[in-house]
C-alpha cells in the first residue's frame, strides 16, 4: 500500500520569504502522479502542481515549484516570494495512473499548516 | 461556471437520520470520487465511480451508499447518522487516466 508522509504539522514564514514542505512517500510503482493540493479556510481543495514519475524535470508553476527526487522518493515544495494568501493547510498526494480499481485513488499525506506573517 | 459542485454546503442533522449529499460535475469527465476529511483535517477515499460503475469502495460502513444516475452526477446517501460521521465530504472528478482530481467545495456535516 502507498503511503504518504508530511512531517512538518506547522510552519510559517514573513512575506516574501521562500518556503519548503516536505514530503516523502513509499511506493513499489513505477509509474505514478504527485500532487500538492492547497486547502484555505474557505475549505475548497485547489491544486497547486502536479509531477509525473517519468518526468526527470521539476514542475514549476509561477512562485511555486517542487523538487522531485525519485530515488529518495521525495516530492518537496517550495514557495518563493510567499504571500499572505498563500497562508493554508498543504497536502502532498499520490497516484497511480490508468487501470482500474484503487489505481484511481488519491492517497494524501496529514498536511502541513503554513501561516505567512506580514 | 462551477466545475464540481455540492449541495448542500452545509448540513445539520439528528443522529438516526437519513441525509444525502448530491455532487455534479460540467467538466466531463468520466470518473468521480468521494472523500471525508475528519476532523483532524485526514483526508481519505470512500468511493469511485467510472462511467456510473463502482470501482473502488474502501472499508466503509453499509451505511453509505453512493449512486451515480450518469457520467456527470454523484450523490452519497447516509442513513441511520451517527455521532462518528461528522466531518467534511468531498466530491471530485477526473479524466480516465489523466490523474488530475478536481474536488467540489465540500459539504461540512455535523451530527447532533
Known amino acids: 500500500a502507498q503511503t504518504v508522509t508530511q512531517s512538518q504539522p506547522e510552519m510559517s514564514v514573513q512575506e516574501a520569504e521562500t518556503v519548503t514542505l516536505s514530503c516523502t512517500y513509499d511506493?513499489?510503482?513505477?509509474?505514478?502522479?504527485l500532487f500538492w493540493y492547497k486547502q484555505p479556510p474557505s475549505r475548497q481543495m485547489i491544486l497547486v502542481i502536479r509531477?509525473?514519475?517519468?518526468?526527470?524535470q521539476n514542475a514549476t508553476e509561477n512562485r511555486f515549484s517542487v523538487n522531485f527526487q525519485k530515488a529518495a522518493k521525495s516530492f518537496s515544495l517550495k514557495i518563493s516570494d510567499s504571500q499572505l494568501g498563500d497562508t493554508a493547510m498543504y497536502f502532498c498526494a499520490f497516484m497511480t495512473p490508468g487501470g482500474g480499481g484503487s489505481n484511481y485513488k488519491l492517497t494524501f499525506g496529514k498536511g502541513t499548516l503554513l501561516t505567512v506573517n506580514p | 461556471d462551477t466545475a464540481v459542485s455540492q449541495t448542500p454546503k452545509y448540513l445539520v442533522t439528528q443522529m438516526g437520520n437519513d441525509k444525502s449529499i448530491k455532487c455534479e460535475q460540467n467538466l466531463g469527465h468520466d470518473t468521480m470520487y468521494w472523500y471525508k476529511q475528519d476532523s483532524k483535517k485526514f483526508l481519505k477515499i470512500m468511493f469511485s465511480y467510472n462511467n456510473k460503475e463502482l470501482i473502488i469502495n474502501e472499508t466503509v460502513p453499509n451505511r453509505f451508499s453512493p449512486k451515480s444516475p450518469d457520467k456527470a452526477h454523484l450523490n452519497l446517501h447516509i442513513n441511520s447518522l451517527e455521532l462518528g460521521d461528522s466531518a467534511v465530504y468531498f466530491c471530485a472528478s477526473s479524466r480516465t487516466g489523466e490523474g488530475t482530481q478536481y474536488f467540489g467545495p465540500g459539504t461540512r456535516l455535523t451530527v447532533l
Open positions: 509531477q509525473e514519475a517519468y518526468k526527470q
Open positions: 511506493t513499489s510503482e513505477n509509474n505514478y502522479y
